[in-house]
């Protein structure tokens, strides 16, 4: 639990560092996910954050605002973002950051002072708090993306992201059921990911006829969808790995499908 929570830790800071070093304008520019401005991301990211809060201390308000959130995303003009600003009383910036500073930084200390055993009520079955933890992660790094890639910034990437390479590998199977698709049979595919510093980590049995080798980036890229996986260097092999690249899905939620080929393709500064 220390590992993941000091990685969570730097993830968080280090988005907060280059988000409030943009100017004003930019805080309210469009970023490539649906566009969404980066107010939508840092207040989304902010939502999830307080949705666990309130799932770890005041199981009630939990649920009433769960209800809340279903009833509203069950009408045919129901969009996230429009809905979390009508929530928080569409904060201004400095209103945004500070909902988003106070609410992840009571969440990391309300995480280091609870049992790492615990468990916490959610949407589905009941997430261990190490669970949660690595979740957050993963969406911090994930509409952190996003945001560097609105102003064409490459990120500095190190061993964190294998938190999140790890939620891919594990989704395989449920990539498969949310789209209604069997889970392809035989054992699970050999993953081998090139890490930023150039170890290569591994999942599963090496002799599955089932391989995916590449960067691991470009890996956590797919299973975020922010990217299309013709856009990256991943190698698959095997029937079931090429479609799990098409529609692999590491969150929760219904079924997305991301970019088309070149939609958010980045051409970097440097």
Known sequence: MLEILRDLRTELTELDAFVSGLREAEFYGVTPFYEWRVYDEILHLHFVDWLGMLSMTDGERFKVEGERMHAASSKPDYHMAP????????????????????GYTGMLDHFEQADPKARMTWFGPPMGYRSFATARLMEAWAHGQDIYDAFAVRRRNDGRIRHVADIGVRT????????????PEGPPPYVALTAPDGEIWTWNDPDSPQRLTGPAEDFCMIVTQRRNVADTALQATGEGVTRWMQIAQ??????ALGPAPGQRVVRYAD
Do not use: N
Request: hydrophobic share 40%.
């Open 172 to 183: 395989f199977g449920f990539s498969f059921m949310i789209h209604g698709e069997p889970v």
């Open 250 to 255: 590491c969150f929760a939620g219904g079924p």
């Open 83 to 102: 809905y979390t600003q009508t929530l928080f009383g569409v904060p201004d910036r400095a209103g945004v950051m500070k909902l988003w500073r106070d």
